[in-house]
């Protein structure tokens, strides 16, 4: 007849928080991969890059009231 603790299996240790948060080169890696994916997704969107900037020109300059 089997005992009670041979019929369970081995219980896997709880993952500790230290362990979560440790550095691991692949994570840089991701974290690269997908900052520059975002951006290219982000920029191919945008059909001129002046659109994505305020910038503002000499007319502009020229247009715009004087505050007296």
Same mark, same amino acid.
């Given at each position: 007849m089997m005992q009670r603790n041979e019929q369970? %299996? %081995?219980? @896997? *240790? *709880? #993952? !500790?928080?230290k362990d979560l948060l440790e550095f691991r080169p692949w994570m840089l890696a991701l974290a690269v991969f997908l900052a520059c994916a975002i951006g290219i997704a @982000?920029?191919? +969107? #945008? *059909?001129? %890059?002046? =659109? #994505?900037? &305020? +910038? &503002? !020109? $000499? +007319?502009?300059? =020229? +247009? &715009? $009231?004087r505050a007296p």
């Amino acid at each position: 007849m089997m005992q009670r603790n041979e019929q369970r %299996p %081995p219980r @896997i *240790p *709880p #993952v !500790s928080p230290k362990d979560l948060l440790e550095f691991r080169p692949w994570m840089l890696a991701l974290a690269v991969f997908l900052a520059c994916a975002i951006g290219i997704a @982000i920029m191919e +969107q #945008v *059909p001129d %890059p002046r =659109a #994505v900037f &305020a +910038q &503002a !020109s $000499p +007319q502009d300059g =020229a +247009q &715009a $009231p004087r505050a007296p």
